[in-house]
Structure formats: structure tokens, C-alpha cells
């Protein structure tokens, strides 16, 4: 027979209309960006007053950006998998090896702009989804990249020959060697001071990574174009997580992650370079348009090792295989510049 106290307890939970508190779920959100940092006020925070407002309240997201549960930008996907963090950004270039596919937006001719390439990615969504031991809940691009330098205006092909540039993604790394510069993969919190100091002569990065990282200080010149593409990033959630919710509560987050977010991040990366290139601008940075002549120089440099690259096994598929369900073979433009 059931104890009076529990009738009591159940009594005052029907009189006051209140849940029991596990009908109540607090998801966690980690991100090693500034809280202030766009994608909060585009994706994380949107994302997060969905769910709330289709739950009722019952399902809610705690956010904890700056890296207060692991600062380390490659580390994010590693936690998403322990169960230190609920949900995780994710930069894949930054572990290339666990998403080969995922890495390939930044092949050169797919894409240039933040839109470009995210559209790119959710065609190829079924193929890129599998990389991953967790749910995909968004996936984006920003824009490709520009190269800042200090010391050495890159204005012709043969300016590159014996620069160090830092890129972001490894794949980038024989593109920029066929350029004649040697390239290191450095996280993007250092690559201010390695620039300032010369560790470092140029910056390849997306014109948004100019705000982020406040290049515009030690930078003197940017060249606007390069022959590159965007850089990925994923919003996951730990699958088991996901699955332990009750159905009901799987379709809020489902719904909450339409294809909308994944556009909304690159709507964000969008003004984020446009803001890029006008704080450069007024900074006094010299601001190099690259004539066509010379992106067809590039172009050349980079041809042989693009072609060979194409044949190379990314799982049971090849770079060309999933290039060729990216979409879209032109490079493109330079990105616009604010007036």
C-alpha cells in the first residue's frame, strides 16, 4: 500500500499544476569563443529560446562559452564524448584525421562565400553525418580565407616564395606549399602574438577571424584572395544524451535544429567578415586586390597537386566523390568590401 505522504506529495503537485522535476532537462552548451562572439547572438542563443519556447519550459540549454569546460578548440568534440558537455562546437579541420570528409569544404574551387559553402555542406550532409559519434545538430562555413601579413605584401605569385603562413586545416598545407610559402598549422589564439613577433609571416583566415583574433593590429597588408575555400564548423550534440530523451523531447530538438541553423551560422561568419575587412581598413592595412592574371597564376600552381589530390581514399569514397556532391567547380570572387 502506497504511503499517505507520497498522496500528499502528488496532491499538491496536481493542486499547484507543477511537473515533477524530471520531467525538467538542462542541456549543456560549450563553446571555447568570447560570450559575445556572433554565433551566440545567431546560433547558440536562437537555439536555445526554441527549445524552451516548443517545450514549454521543460527542456533548456545552459551555455558555457570561453572555454569554461575545456578551453582547448580541438578538445570540444572529445568532451561532447565523455559527457562533459551536452552539446559542443566544433571545428573539424582542427582534428582533420576524424573528419576527412567534413575537412574537404576547404578544397580549392568549391566554394568562397559563407552561404556558398554552407549550402555546399548540407547537400553533402548524408556523407559527412556518418563521421561523426554524435548528433549533427547544425553545420556551416564562413567565408575563404584572405592572407594578413606583416612585413611582406603578397601582390604577385611570386611574393609567396618563403613566406611561413599559418593556416587553419592541414588539407591547406600542400596548396600552400605549391605557392612557394612553407605553411604551419597553428590554433587561432596564438596567432596574433606569433604574427607580431614574427614567428609567423602571414595569417591565412577567414576575413572574420580578423574580429575574432584582432589581426588587425600587428597585420600591414591583406591580400584579398587566395585559392582556398571555407572553413567547417558543427553544432553536436552527445548521442547518448539525445537518445535518453523521451521521443517528444527528441522532436523539439530536431525541430530547433532545422536546416535554418546551419544557414543562421553562415549569416553570422557573413557580417562577421564584412566587419573583418572594414576594421582592417581602418586600421590603415593596405588592402591588395589581386588582379586576374595572378589568380590564374595561383591557380596554375596549385592544378597539378588539386588534380592528384582528387584520387585519395576518404573512407569508401574518394575526394573527388565527395567534392563532386559539394557542388560547384568555380572559385569565385574576392569577398566584398564594405564602402
Not at 195 to 208: N, Y
Request: charged share 20%.
Amino acid at each position: 500500500m502506497a504511503k499517505p505522504g507520497r498522496f500528499l506529495v502528488l496532491g499538491l503537485l496536481l493542486a499547484c499544476g507543477c511537473r515533477p522535476a524530471s520531467d525538467n532537462r538542462e542541456l549543456s552548451l560549450a563553446h571555447f569563443l568570447p560570450a559575445d562572439h556572433p554565433l551566440t547572438e545567431a546560433v547558440f542563443t536562437p537555439f536555445s529560446q526554441e527549445l524552451v519556447e516548443l517545450s514549454g519550459g521543460r527542456l533548456t540549454v545552459r551555455q558555457f562559452p570561453a572555454g569554461a569546460l575545456n578551453s582547448s578548440a580541438p578538445a570540444q568534440y572529445s568532451i561532447l564524448r565523455s559527457g562533459v558537455a551536452d552539446i559542443a562546437l566544433a571545428i573539424p579541420a582542427y582534428t582533420a584525421d576524424l573528419f576527412p570528409r567534413t575537412d574537404l569544404i576547404a578544397y580549392p574551387g568549391i566554394c568562397k562565400t559563407t552561404r556558398d559553402c554552407t549550402e555546399a555542406m548540407l547537400r553533402a550532409r548524408s556523407v559527412l553525418e556518418p563521421e561523426y559519434h554524435a548528433r549533427v545538430l547544425a553545420l556551416w562555413s564562413n567565408a575563404a580565407p584572405v592572407l594578413l601579413t606583416r612585413n611582406a605584401p603578397v601582390r604577385t605569385l611570386d611574393d609567396m616564395r618563403g613566406l611561413k603562413i599559418r593556416v587553419s586545416t592541414r588539407s591547406a598545407i600542400p596548396f600552400i606549399e605549391a605557392l612557394g610559402a612553407s605553411a604551419v598549422m597553428q590554433p587561432g589564439t596564438v596567432v596574433h602574438q606569433s604574427l607580431a613577433t614574427g614567428v609567423i609571416d602571414g595569417v591565412a583566415i577567414s576575413p572574420s577571424g580578423i574580429v575574432t583574433f584582432q589581426l588587425h593590429e600587428p597585420a600591414d597588408y591583406l591580400t584579398t584572395w587566395l585559392p582556398a575555400s571555407g572553413l567547417p564548423f558543427v553544432l553536436l550534440m552527445n548521442q547518448e544524451v539525445y537518445d535518453d530523451l523521451p521521443p517528444e523531447a527528441r522532436g523539439w530538438v530536431d525541430q530547433a535544429a532545422d536546416v535554418s541553423l546551419s544557414l543562421a551560422g553562415a549569416v553570422a561568419y557573413e557580417r562577421a567578415g564584412a566587419e573583418g575587412i572594414r576594421l582592417a581598413e581602418e586600421a590603415g592595412i593596405e588592402i591588395i586586390d589581386l588582379p586576374e592574371s595572378e589568380m590564374r597564376r595561383f591557380e596554375r600552381a596549385i592544378a597539378s597537386v588539386r588534380e592528384a589530390g582528387l584520387a585519395r581514399q576518404v573512407g569508401d569514397m574518394t575526394v573527388g566523390d565527395v567534392i563532386r556532391l559539394f557542388g560547384g567547380t568555380e572559385t569565385g570572387g574576392p569577398p566584398r568590401r564594405q564602402r
